[in-house]
């Protein structure tokens, strides 16, 4: 079993940045790929990047790449999702979660999840 627990979210104005942390714990961490979603109100989960178990290879949405990074700190359990130039489309609740095996979008293919964190950006 894996716990997640998101934080970091909160209220930013368009343009700024946030960076919100997963903190993992139960089974070795380091086997897991991580990946981030989010979902809009009134809308479906989606997926907005994910990080390799190695930390060698990540991949994001094409609305949020060259905004946002993923990185991950093997010592601490950590994943991160570093938001910059944000706008008031990525207004939503994002989640944290992993997966053994490959990298991939597909939300059901990942076994647990945080609770979320709530980002509001004001335009």
């Known amino acids: 079993q894996v716990q997640l627990v998101e934080s970091g979210g909160g209220l930013v104005q368009a343009g700024g940045s946030l960076r919100l942390s997963c903190a993992a714990s139960?089974?070795?961490?380091?086997?897991?790929?991580m990946g981030w979603f989010r979902q809009a109100p009134g809308k479906e989960r989606e997926f907005v990047g994910a990080?390799?178990?190695?930390?060698?290879?990540?991949q994001y949405a094409d609305s949020v790449k060259g905004r946002f990074t993923i990185s991950r700190d093997y010592a601490k359990n950590m994943v991160y999702l570093q938001m910059n130039s944000l706008k008031a489309e990525d207004t939503a609740v994002y989640y944290c979660a992993a997966r053994q095996g490959r990298l991939t979008v597909v939300q059901r293919a990942y076994d647990y999840w945080g609770q979320g964190t709530q980002v509001t950006v004001s335009s």
């Open positions: 990080i390799t178990w190695s930390g060698g290879g990540t």
């Open positions: 139960g089974r070795t961490f380091s086997s897991y790929v």
